[in-house]
């Protein structure tokens, strides 16, 4: 059975920071693994999607890393905002039912 | 292109009630989910649905938990009788088939409380 973590559950930055988010699971046979971000009351927002087949993703300030054989992933965020501030959600889809698996997100705060 | 549709948004209920929970995917999408989300959690897989068959509800408990999609488009979620710990949000997503690479994309969910 699939479980994703991440690490660490929340962070706190100043504005402007470079930071990285991490993802690790367990099963390295994926389809592809989803960054969504979560803000509060809302529903969530894909990210980045990276094939089984790639290494990374990128969009804008966005980049994503993906590293099957360790059974990991980065998100790598580059000068951060205030406006990045939300809860930062990766999925794994398994090679079977094709559903995503959650991990419990990263809390991301920016301050001004 | 309209989004994933759910309502209502919120719901606040009383123990052993019960509840239901609508969703209308993007036009087109053969592929439904129900995910539930419990507060400081990811969200779980309940049951996904191609076209108005179920293909996976193995953590969906049926002692209370029922869901359909009818006609192979709209879904309900249902549950009799709720407990305090169903309090969580509802998402449904949506995707357009069991494609390798497909992305799923999700409504803005309902936040039931049960007290």
């Known amino acids: 059975k699939q479980e994703v973590t991440q690490i660490p559950a929340a962070l706190s930055v100043p504005e402007g920071e470079n930071l990285v988010l991490n993802c690790s699971f367990t099963d390295s046979a994926i389809y592809n693994l989803q960054w969504f971000r979560q803000d509060p009351g809302k529903g969530l927002t894909s990210l980045l999607l990276?094939?089984?087949?790639?290494r990374e993703q990128t969009s804008g300030r966005l980049n994503a890393s993906l590293d099957k054989s360790s059974g990991r992933s980065t998100l790598y965020i580059a000068a951060s905002q205030p406006g990045d501030s939300a809860t930062y959600l990766c999925?794994?889809?398994?090679?079977?039912?094709?559903?995503?698996?959650f991990g419990s997100g990263t809390r991301l705060q920016v301050q001004p | 292109e309209a989004g994933v549709a759910q309502s209502p948004r919120y719901k606040i209920i009383e123990k052993r009630q019960s509840v239901a929970f609508w969703c209308n995917p993007i036009?087109?999408?053969?592929?439904l989910y129900w995910y539930q989300q419990i507060l400081g959690q990811g969200p779980k897989l309940l049951i996904q649905f191609q076209n108005n068959g179920v293909v996976d509800d193995s953590q969906l408990p049926k002692d209370r938990f029922s869901a359909e999609r009818l006609k192979g488009v709209d879904s309900t979620l249902k549950i009799q009788p709720a407990k305090l710990e169903d309090s969580a949000v509802y998402l449904c997503?949506?995707?357009?088939?069991?494609?390798?690479?497909?992305?799923?994309?999700f409504g803005p969910g309902t936040r039931l409380t049960v007290l």
């Open positions: 990276i094939q089984s087949s790639q």
């Open positions: 999925a794994a889809t398994d090679t079977g039912r094709r559903a995503l698996t």
């Open positions: 036009s087109g999408h053969a592929t």
């Open positions: 997503a949506s995707s357009l088939e069991r494609r390798e690479f497909d992305e799923q994309f």
